[in-house]
């Protein structure tokens, strides 16, 4: 029932791509619509979570997870694909957006969280700035590793922290060898620090 479900959400979620891409090719929106019709539809969606959640937990985990997505795809394209939003203004909306696929997890399931923690860690790349931030970006990263861990603590999803950790590694070493550290490199190493100093205390507090 689960699988049906999830494919299902998936071939709504495909139908909802192929009518922006349909509108975009025809010039039936502006951008704004565009941008404001996906924040609305992502937000439609988890609220349609909560609505189905005593029905039935699947459906809710998938509508909700599919609201999250839409959101973190509305940001990314009013930021990166149209200018209509501001950077640093963006990235706080991330790093909601992405906290509340977190904390939504605790009441819907795994997906929710594998996509707010996919989310989270891909949407700053394809963000793009020709100014690069490190400060805002890894203490994001810090942040959602830290709510991450705190929901494996709460349901044992070990491997969504594992995944949180090797994210935050990763993104590491590309910063690494794609920016100059003359000036970064307190930033970086200062996550890692307080990164690895975290998931090595995290067994202590469960």
Known sequence: TRLIVWVGSAALALAGIMLVHYSIQNALLTPSARVLLGLLGGAAGIVLGEFFARRSKEIAQALSAAGIAAIFAALVAGISLYDLINPVVGLGGIVVTALLAVFLSLRRGPLVAAIGLLGGFLTPALIGSTTPRPLPIFGFFLLLQLA??????????????????????????????????????AVLGGFMLLSTVAAMLRPLIQ
């Open 148 to 185: 991450l861990w705190f929901v494996m603590r709460q349901r044992n999803w070990w491997p969504l922290s594992l995944a949180a950790q090797v994210g935050g590694a990763l993104w590491v070493l590309g910063w690494a060898l794609t920016h100059d550290l003359a000036d970064q490199g």
